[in-house]
């Protein structure tokens, strides 16, 4: 067990509609990224928070977008729901500290269905 | 454009071989290699490497990164049932340590 905590763990939507996913980073970490994981595929970054902040995107377009609370917790939001938005999201939790490398610890994901 | 490669695809072996997994990258302004395991869902975490040559040990996995030929393996010892998985590479790049995961290895170990 990592600490990382998502919620909800499925979700099935329709086309359009707008989603907010949910992450819990561990004890003491202030970084939070988040990943799409497509079918058979490897996760992809979408952006990474840090003290509050986007600090790096992905190759995902605008109706993608976060935030990160004063608790280091962390919300992604998908506006206009489309159909190959369906993928295992998961977010990272890491401790970054300047120049240094990292560990980054995942959670368990949210499943999400789009129809 | 950044990638990372993992060979093979897949592989079957029975409980007691050793296998070797590779994962080759091509990613600008790398800082580390990390492998993680994935049996259902959340991406377990297993070795981060910085340094070439040096070889990181947990149990029966182990795993070395070559900077020079831009490559890294893992190599798992008398395999398990228990060891079947999905194993990703990934490359942190940047600032941000943004992970560039390869397609994953999908691994299954027969009794």
């Known amino acids: 067990e990592t600490g990382v905590t998502q919620s909800p763990t499925h979700l099935i939507k329709t086309r359009g509609q707008q989603v907010t996913l949910r992450c819990s980073s561990q004890?003491?970490?202030?970084?939070v990224s988040w990943y799409q994981q497509a079918l058979g595929q490897g996760p992809q970054f979408i952006f990474q928070?840090?003290?509050?902040?986007?600090?790096g995107r992905g190759n995902f377009p605008p109706r993608f977008s976060g935030l990160q609370f004063p608790n280091y917790s962390s919300e992604l939001n998908v506006n206009a729901l489309e159909l190959d938005d369906s993928a295992l999201y998961l977010c990272?939790?890491?401790?970054?500290?300047?120049?240094?490398?990292?560990?980054?610890?995942f959670g368990p994901g949210t499943r999400l269905t789009v129809t | 454009e950044d990638k990372v490669v993992q060979s093979p695809l897949s592989l079957v072996v029975h409980e007691g071989d050793t296998v070797t997994l590779n994962c080759s990258y091509e990613?600008?302004?790398?800082?580390?290699l990390l492998w993680y395991k994935q049996e259902k869902k959340a991406p377990t975490f297993l070795f981060m490497l910085?340094?070439?040559?040096i070889e990181k040990k947990s149990g029966r996995l182990s795993s070395i990164l070559d900077k020079k030929e831009l490559f890294s393996i893992l190599n798992i010892t008398a395999t398990q049932t228990g060891d079947s998985a999905v194993y990703l590479c990934?490359?942190?790049?940047?600032?941000?340590?943004?992970?560039?995961f390869g397609q994953g290895t999908t691994l299954q170990v027969k009794p």
């Open positions: 910085t340094s070439s040559g």
């Open positions: 990934a490359a942190a790049q940047g600032n941000t340590g943004k992970l560039i």
């Open positions: 004890s003491g970490h202030n970084t």
């Open positions: 990613v600008t302004n790398f800082r580390s």
């Open positions: 928070y840090y003290r509050e902040e986007e600090n």
């Open positions: 990272a939790s890491s401790q970054q500290l300047s120049g240094g490398n990292y560990e980054q610890y």
